[in-house]
């Protein structure tokens, strides 16, 4: 499933971002997608060989994988210290987005609940990757997700993978609804974004392949519980990234300017760009 990716997504990404960049246009939003999306796929893949079944018989072409995992960390650290394509700091609007209460923000309130409910499912499949002894995480593995005890490594990888670093980035971002002015928002939930895609698009359409082991499959009365639970831990990273850069004021930085007060809330007036 990862080989499926990497031949279309990411080949549908390197066109895209070559066109941008011919055009002379943004690509930041773009290659930030990249590069989490690769990240994730090769850290993966790299460790999940490793730790899995063929980990004593590694190849000399094993190591070529690294030139693959570094050319998305240095494509994601020259992105991060780029210039943003959005405004950084907000004026009158951003101001008034900023004195909204939670409560008073339903579309911010509910996300904020698929951000929590993601972090439940998250530290249950760590756990689970973690042979924990808990009955819940043994009647999640024997009745819903037996993939995850599956000798390849891969899937164990994944669930440490967001254990270990996709908890606290969801937990981050709950912050970040709750606190005004997290600008880092804009860029950290679109990496996120393409790596939790990545991740899942590997792991589900794994354990639906028909090459995977029957015993390892999603049983069948649990497939669509299953289904809908991954695709909705999928789409919350997917659609707090969307809230993000469709509506930023909530994450802007207010610094009133001369000339402020007294305009009129239009979006041509509200903002100004950080020179850099």
């Given amino acids: ?40 796929n090769m850290s993966v893949f790299i460790a999940g060989i490793v730790a899995g079944k063929c980990g004593s018989d590694i ?39 900023q004195s909204m209460k939670l409560i008073w923000r339903p579309l911010d309130l509910v996300l904020a609940l698929l951000l929590v409910v993601a972090m439940a499912f998250t530290i249950l499949r760590g756990l689970v990757a973690l042979d924990s002894p808990l009955e819940a995480c043994t009647i999640y593995l024997s009745q819903y997700e037996p993939y995850l005890k599956d000798p390849v490594g891969y ?30 928002m804009s860029d950290w939930t679109v990496f996120f974004a393409g790596a939790m895609i990545q991740c899942q698009w590997a792991h589900v359409g794994a354990s639906l392949h028909p090459r995977t082991t029957a015993p390892l ?42 000339g402020q007060t007294g305009l009129p809330n239009s979006k041509e007036k509200d903002t100004k760009y950080k020179d850099k």
């Fill in 1 to 40: 499933m990862m080989c499926y990716w990497d031949g279309i997504a990411h080949f549908i990404m390197y066109l895209l971002m070559i066109s941008r960049i011919t055009e002379r246009k943004a690509y930041r939003t773009l290659g930030l997608f990249w590069a989490g999306s690769l990240c994730a």
């Fill in 59 to 97: 190849r000399p072409a094993f190591w070529l994988n690294f030139l693959f995992l570094l050319l998305p960390v240095r494509g994601a650290i020259k992105l991060f210290t780029r210039p943003k394509d959005k405004p950084l700091i907000g004026g009158y609007n951003a101001q008034h987005a």
């Fill in 155 to 184: 899937p164990r990888v994944m669930m440490l993978h967001y254990f270990f670093y996709g908890l606290p980035m969801l937990g981050a971002f709950v912050y970040g609804l709750l606190k005004p002015g997290c600008t880092w």
């Fill in 217 to 258: 499959r999603i049983p069948g009365d649990a497939f669509w519980s299953v289904l809908i639970a991954n695709l909705l831990y999928t789409a919350t990273p997917v659609l707090v990234a969307m809230r993000v850069h469709s509506n930023p004021y909530f994450f802007l930085k207010i610094s009133p300017f001369p």
